[in-house]
């Protein structure tokens, strides 16, 4: 059976902010490029940062997907996988189509059509390289292949799909935001998240910065909230900051 990409290295689509400094290379910042990116990423230490999981728990657990991976855990790597589809993230749900097609991970079976249904999933966003993974493996399969496909697909996407999944994941990242955009919205507060940040940081910074992580998560995605990157404004009045920590802001 042909091979595209191995499911593998798909899971180095996942985000670079889990890939930890705790990685060392004993060659230097010189050495040349390995050949093989798929054994490099799992030569990788792979730890996760767990404050994730409260705004984005896709691409938390498509992170722990990759660490048992790398520690030839593959059912759980799957089920984080699962998991991690669950909430939208589409890197994950392309590993597992390609998982299915390629039979790549040890102890989990080929299944031509299951992958073709993860791959139509993935490609819902109009990824340029998921689309064309998907569209290889279609005209590659044969029609009772793909009648599978559809049936599985139609399964899956009431649960996986971005109509559900998506709204499942944005309307998660805007309750779990909204508490830190408050504090940021008063200016000079800090904030502190448990396994995401070492020590309290100006409110605003982190906003930002888990604002832009969200964006880059739900590119593409469509039919949901717009989970905007915050912008600073004016300081409030003394009499504005009271309403706020009352709780009944001004309108």
């Known amino acids: 059976m042909e091979k595209y990409r191995s499911s593998m290295l798909a899971l180095v689509l996942v985000m670079a902010v889990f890939i930890p400094a705790m990685a060392q290379s004993a060659s230097g910042g010189n050495a ?16 996760c940062m767990s404050g994730w999981e ?13 660490y048992h991976l790398q520690r030839q855990h593959p059912h759980q790597a799957i089920h984080m996988l699962k998991t991690a589809a669950y909430w939208a993230n589409k890197d994950a749900q392309h590993a597992l189509g390609l998982a299915y097609i390629n039979g790549d991970i040890p102890g989990i079976a080929a299944n031509r059509a299951l992958g073709i249904a993860w791959l139509a999933l993935a490609a819902e966003r109009k990824n340029a390289d998921y689309v064309r993974d998907y569209s290889t ?8 292949e793909l009648s599978d496909a559809s049936k599985l697909y139609v399964k899956l996407g009431k649960t996986y799909g971005d109509r559900v999944a998506g709204k499942r994941a944005t309307d998660r990242f ?22 995401l940040t070492p020590f309290p940081q100006a409110a605003f910074s982190l906003s930002r910065k888990v604002h832009q992580h969200a964006e880059k998560t739900f590119e593409g995605l469509q039919g949901t909230v717009t989970v905007g990157v915050l912008e600073r404004i004016h300081a409030p009045t003394p009499a504005l ?8 802001p001004s309108k």
């Open 137 to 144: 493996a279609v005209l590659r399969s044969s029609p009772g």
């Open 54 to 66: 409260r705004f984005l728990p896709g691409d938390y657990y498509a992170c722990r997907a990759r």
């Open 174 to 195: 805007v309750r779990e935001v909204k508490p830190l955009d408050d504090a940021a919205a008063m200016g000079g507060n800090t904030a502190y998240i448990s396994g």
């Open 32 to 47: 040349p490029a390995p050949e093989n990116p798929a054994v490099t990423a799992t030569n990788q230490r792979i730890y």
């Open 241 to 248: 900051r009271e309403r706020y920590e009352a709780g009944s």
